[in-house]
């Protein structure tokens, strides 16, 4: 619908809407009350008609009396006659004890008669009154009845007494005797039917009826009707009103809506033109009203708009070019560094800050700085040049709220008296980025995932899962994005908030796609059941330990170990048990060794440690250890009826050390498998350590000759085992710290 015709349907709602309710109010109240001037009379009508047939009942009940308390019975049928010569009853009749008529006076009414004190229905040709004739001695002799007709002239006396029409009804509801003429009388009848008790019933002719009885002391079946009061042709006025204020009020409806919609019109059609792009775009001013002003005020905007656009056309082509960088960066490299700095440059172009920082959160609870722009002479420490001195707890100050909370905060800076460790400037806007859920913000660090190691050359290495079950968090704050002291304004305003965020959630995917692709490389190196390394991180891993005992001088064991009979364990309690005792044993094996040594899941039930700087007395005690916490602890599994049942499992271990017993990481892992199967057929559930080759590999090694301990305290290679004893091995002496995380 357009303006026009919702101005035109509110106009006539607001017009016609009281018309037509006065004209309801009117009619309505007219017709309650005739109703109730009606009802009124109808009820002093009843009152009429009950009075007059109650003295008519009092009438016949005396003259009755009169007959019955003449104690002759020969001069009894005198007095009879004598009531009904003086008009009071029309007949009178005296009966014996057993019913039969002993006396009846000439023209009586035909019967039945309707004795005044009953109250059944059925025909009605005359209403009697009865009393008992009895003896001194109070014998019963009979009875005496008086009887008046019930004909049209008594039903014309009681519509003269009531001011009424008035209707004799028979049993079946027809009519007996009326007052009423022809033309009302189907009508009256058929609102008689409605008619209940004491309600009121209204005829379509606009007569009301009203029943009255039959009742004990009233046994006629009545019906009594009145007109309404109500002017003839009513109805038809109101509606004619009713409809020439309709047509008045459209006509005024209609040209009041043309002249205020006009220049709406000319205000929507330039609306549209400029929302086709053109802003030259002007509309008429054509009045000083509301309407004028409002056109004034759009070629206003149009005015403005065009500013604008230029303006923003500009920005638009540069933000392009950031973000063009941004998502080059984003595809081209895995460097976190690299990915933050371009972000942190990109929203700080884009917003016009004079400074900004990005900070991740770290395993400890605390923002840490990872790259840092433009904040010279702000920093809070008295290094600049390491982003990592920025430090800033979370839950603390503005950064560590927002991490805290996860809300976005702008404003102005306001010191506080307790440092936070936090930049200084004079306006600032910070919001957070998030993992996605179900992501750990910590990244791989987090405890029951392997850490990143370090080797003595600084390249990182990862470090097996020690837990695999670790609970992760649902969206979690990854770090926060902060501008501060924005160029050519007061304040950072929503704008910049919106443009922020959006940065933000590029670093939120930078890091994430980071941590990802470490975490892939982690799990592309470990054990999907046992979460130990796999055989291709321990080829890896074989050649860095040898390359760096070679480098130090220093001892590599090897230890190989094979599970005990470990087909029978699947064959008797199934493949899920067998995985189960799997997991149970590379759990141990971590628990049995130093943060420095790596253990490997070769395949099936064959596993591998490398003990580094380790001689092979250290590493026959760690054998031993392992031997003993598999042997002495058997490992619940569920057995075939779902009952728990403790598996023993015994471990045969073969030892070799590098360089005493091979030149190179594929001999040394040989030898040691050598020294297993040696153990196997030796009666498993031992170790033995594999025999020196001939000649001796280990001659080409330079080596440090010292008759005493060197300072680190660390085997070297070619002292052998008497060296070794007499050095006190890396793992000979007391054991190192066990390896906890993961446990």
Request: hydrophobic content about 45%; overall charge negative; charged content about 20%.
């Amino acid at each position: 619908m357009t303006l026009r015709g919702r101005l035109t349907a509110a106009f006539l709602t607001v017009v016609l809407g009281p018309v037509l309710l006065g004209a309801f109010f009117v009619g309505s109240t007219l017709s309650a009350v005739d109703r109730g001037r009606a009802t009124e009379r109808l009820g002093v009508a009843a009152a009429g008609v009950r009075t007059s047939v109650d003295a008519l009942c009092q009438q016949l009940r005396a003259a009755a009396d009169a007959v019955a308390l003449v104690a002759d019975p020969a001069a009894r049928p005198r007095a009879a006659d004598q009531v009904v010569g003086r008009g009071l009853a029309a007949a009178v009749l005296i009966a014996d004890p057993a019913g039969r008529t002993s006396y009846a006076t000439a023209g009586g009414p035909a019967g039945p008669w309707q004795d005044c004190a009953a109250d059944t229905t059925g025909p009605v040709h005359a209403l009697a009154a009865q009393v008992r004739l009895r003896d001194p001695a109070g014998a019963d002799l009979g009875t005496v009845a008086a009887a008046q007709p019930v004909d049209p002239a008594f039903v014309a006396r009681l519509a003269a007494v009531t001011g009424a029409g008035v209707t004799l009804l028979d049993d079946p509801g027809r009519i007996t005797h009326t007052t009423e003429n022809r033309e009302v009388r189907a009508a009256v009848l058929a609102a008689a039917r409605q008619a209940d008790g004491d309600r009121v019933a209204g005829t379509v002719d606009g007569r009301y009826v009203r029943r009255v009885g039959p009742a004990p002391g009233q046994p006629l079946p009545l019906v009594l009707s009145v007109p309404g009061e109500r002017p003839p042709g009513l109805y038809a006025a109101l509606v004619g009103a009713v409809v020439l204020a309709a047509l008045l009020a459209v006509l005024a409806a209609w040209r009041l809506a043309r002249v205020t919609t006009r220049p709406l019109v000319e205000l929507a059609g330039a609306v549209d033109r400029v929302a086709h792009g053109d802003l030259t775009t002007r509309v008429p001013v054509r009045s000083r009203d509301e309407i004028g002003r409002l056109a004034c005020a759009f070629n206003r905007m149009t005015r403005e708009t065009g500013s604008y656009v230029a303006a923003l056309t500009s920005s638009r082509d540069q933000l392009r070019g950031h973000l063009t960088v941004l998502g080059d960066t984003l595809a081209s490299t895995h460097d976190l560094q690299r990915i933050l700095r371009v972000i942190l440059h990109s929203a700080i172009a884009a917003t016009g800050a004079r400074a900004g920082a990005v900070l991740l959160l770290d395993g400890d609870g605390a923002l840490v700085g990872q790259c840092v722009e433009g904040l010279d002479g702000r920093w809070p420490t008295e290094d600049p040049a390491d982003p990592a001195t920025l430090r800033v707890p979370v839950g603390a100050g503005v950064l560590g709220t927002v991490a805290a909370t996860g809300e976005p905060r702008r404003g102005r800076w306001e010191a506080t008296d307790e440092p936070t460790g936090e930049p200084s400037c004079e306006t600032y806007v910070a919001v957070p980025f998030a993992a996605p859920r179900g992501v750990d913000p910590r990244g791989p660090d987090r405890p029951g995932h392997p850490p990143a190691e370090s080797d003595d050359s600084g390249s990182a290495r990862l470090a097996p899962r020690r837990d695999l079950e670790s609970p992760s968090d649902d969206s979690c704050a990854l770090g926060v994005l902060a501008l501060y002291d924005r160029l050519g304004a007061d304040e950072f305003d929503d704008d910049d908030l919106v443009t922020l965020r959006t940065f933000a959630g590029h670093a939120a995917v930078a890091v994430q796609n980071v941590r990802v692709h470490e975490e892939t490389q982690r799990l592309s190196l470990t054990d999907p059941l046992t979460g130990l390394w796999n055989y291709r991180y321990l080829r890896e891993s074989i050649r860095r330990e040898v390359e760096r005992a070679n480098r130090f001088g220093r001892m590599l064991s090897v230890l190989a170990l094979d599970l005990d009979r470990f087909k029978h364990v699947n064959d008797t309690w199934g493949h899920a048990a067998g995985d189960a005792v799997l997991v149970e044993f590379a759990r141990r094996v971590r628990g049995e060794i130093r943060e420095v040594d790596l253990a490997f899941r070769q395949g099936g039930e064959e596993f591998v440690v490398l003990l580094p700087e380790t001689d092979a007395r250290g590493a026959a005690i760690v054998a031993e250890r392992l031997g003993a916490v598999v042997r002495d602890q058997p490992v619940p599994v569920a057995g075939h009826a779902g009952e728990p049942v403790r598996v023993p499992v015994t471990v045969s271990i073969g030892i070799a050390v590098y360089p005493d017993h091979a030149a190179g990481g594929q001999q040394v892992l040989d030898a040691a498998d050598d020294a297993l199967y040696a153990a196997k057929a030796a009666g498993r559930d031992g170790y033995l350590v594999a025999r020196a080759p001939d000649p001796v590999p280990t001659q080409e090694i330079p080596v440090v000759v010292a008759a005493v301990s060197p300072p680190d305290g660390l085997p070297r290679a070619g002292a052998g085992d008497a060296g070794a004893g007499a050095q006190g091995g890396a793992s000979s002496g007391p054991h190192p710290p066990r390896q906890s995380r993961g446990r």
